[in-house]
């Protein structure tokens, strides 16, 4: 990912590794393979980083979804993050009929974790509604990955947003940007 999603090949894979292509195919007989290997490997960073970040948050329902939603939003303003998704999107793009398959299967560890944490702060929601609002807040929380940094270049601007981000995450966990609809 350092060098870009152009240069993602098993060959490239191989020599930064210090392996012989055959042993990289060994393991991973095809492209695709290893991509859903490094978003696996990725999920688990995420999972292990989410545990440390629960396990440091107060015992309170509401304080633990805010150091979660606090977690993913102070992530997604890290230019190493922006590159990493960025690169990965468009890497997905490269694998055309398995790109909306892999990135529907790394969505969904984020979309459960986001379910987890919602049914939480939540207890009484049901688990349609549940997965509704962890996955407008997973698109919100992805988008910023993009939109962000387009948004202002004032620090002060940025957090503002980040400050409303976090209100409208919460709103969205809880349901109450949706009280006025109707089913």
């Known amino acids: 990912m350092n060098k870009g999603y152009a ?47 629960l396990l440091k948050a107060p015992p309170d329902r509401h304080e633990r979804f805010k150091a979660f939603l606090e977690f993913n939003l102070c992530d997604v303003a890290n230019p190493e993050t922006r590159r990493f998704f960025t690169q990965l999107w468009a890497l997905l793009d490269t694998l055309e009929a398995e ?3 892999l990135l529907n299967e790394f969505y969904e560890m984020d979309i459960e974790a986001l379910s987890e944490r919602i049914a939480e702060l939540d207890p009484n929601c049901a688990a349609a509604e549940v ?3 962890a996955t407008l807040l997973a698109a919100m929380i992805e988008g910023l990955v993009i939109v962000r940094g ?11 947003l980040t400050a409303h981000a976090r209100t409208v995450g919460m709103q969205i966990a809880l349901g109450r940007l949706l009280e006025s609809e109707t089913d």
């Open 7 to 53: 240069q993602f090949s098993m060959r490239n894979v191989a020599a930064e590794a210090g392996m012989r292509l055959a042993n990289v195919q060994y393991y991973f007989p095809t492209r695709s393979d290893l991509v859903r290997a490094l978003m696996q490997d990725t999920q688990q960073q995420y999972l292990a980083a989410y545990r440390e970040c």
């Open 99 to 101: 790109a909306g398959q």
């Open 131 to 133: 997965r509704r609002r």
């Open 150 to 160: 387009a948004h202002s270049a004032s620090p002060a601007e940025i957090k503002r």
